[in-house]
């Protein structure tokens, strides 16, 4: 069977500020207008990567400039992250983030979660209330862990970002849409990418499970990694990921967590005119 978003009139979960747009947004069945933007393409190490002195590394091109990875998600008045890369703060400064509704993490390296601290000023808006951060259980143990005095109500000093960490094993609802997580291998630990309308973000896959692909189906738009071509133990390639966009029949592919393998331009004139390389900044429409 085919996969529908499901939709609800539910209250959304955890609203900050005024909902009325979005009530009236909503109905049974109606689609809402979404914005995805990539805050960044990059792979762990960003490009240029510091020491480098590739051609990638030095090129004049913007497209070549690649932050840690992650995107937002605008609809209904609401602003919904899918990480919060070491880049958070330079890439919210770029695209004039000025509100945070929820965040959703696909796992907890490095490059998805060290801009956790830099939602603090976002996060009051939320108060009395906090932030809400939605993780795997295992990842939201981790990131409590990790980022313990955050979480830590016995923390004696002020200035903490407001958040609160949701574990999830199955389907959110947020503010009207439906994410639902897609579970996915990275190396050897099972993450998450998510699929929220018409859309899907799958960043980190070494492979996606079978069981995985009826959440790809009837797509608009589809994120893989694609860090490179040379195969790596933790992530796809542009030519794995290419068969993945074939089978699924997603209308329009993306490619993200680049490395400085692959040159924007040239890497672009390579690939079928459904797929592209994703950059820093970049904006799609589609339906939620
Ligand atoms: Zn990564
Ligand atoms: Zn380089
Ligand atoms: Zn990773």
């Known amino acids: 069977m085919p996969w529908r978003a499901r939709r609800s009139r ?31 393409s990059g792979t762990s190490m960003g490009v240029p990567t510091l020491g480098c002195d590739c051609a990638v590394c030095h090129s004049s091109d913007p497209h070549d400039r690649r932050t840690r990875p992650s995107i937002m998600l605008e609809y209904a008045g609401k602003v919904v992250l899918i990480d919060t890369s070491p880049d958070f703060y330079i890439q919210a400064i ?116 079978e069981a995985s692909f009826h959440q790809l189906e009837g797509l608009d738009i589809l994120f893989l990694d694609a860090l490179r071509h040379k195969p790596h133990p933790t992530h796809s390639t542009v030519e794995n990921s290419l068969r993945i966009i074939e089978r699924v029949k997603a209308k329009r592919g993306f490619f993200t967590h680049i490395c400085h393998d692959l040159p924007h331009e040239a890497t672009n004139a390579t690939l079928p005119k459904h797929v592209r390389l994703a950059y820093d900044g970049l904006k799609l429409e589609f339906d939620i």
């Open 94 to 209: 770029r695209e004039k983030i000025t509100r945070v509704d929820a965040v959703l993490y696909t796992h907890t390296h490095a490059d998805h979660i060290l801009g956790i601290d830099d939602l603090r000023p976002l996060s009051y808006a939320h108060k009395p209330k906090r932030l809400p951060l939605y993780a795997r259980p295992d990842a939201a143990a981790f990131l409590r862990r990790m980022f313990s005095y955050i979480f830590d109500a016995d923390y004696k000093y002020g200035g903490l970002p407001h958040l609160e960490l949701r574990p999830i094993d199955g389907p959110v609802e947020l503010f009207g849409a439906q994410f639902e997580p897609v579970r996915l291998i990275h190396g050897e630990a099972e993450i998450y990418g998510f699929r929220f309308g018409s859309a899907a973000y799958l960043t980190d896959h070494s492979e996606i499970p």
């Open 10 to 40: 539910e209250q959304p979960l955890e609203p900050a500020g005024d909902d009325t747009l979005f009530e009236k947004s909503i109905t049974e069945g109606q689609s809402v207008k979404a914005t995805l933007t990539v805050l960044g």
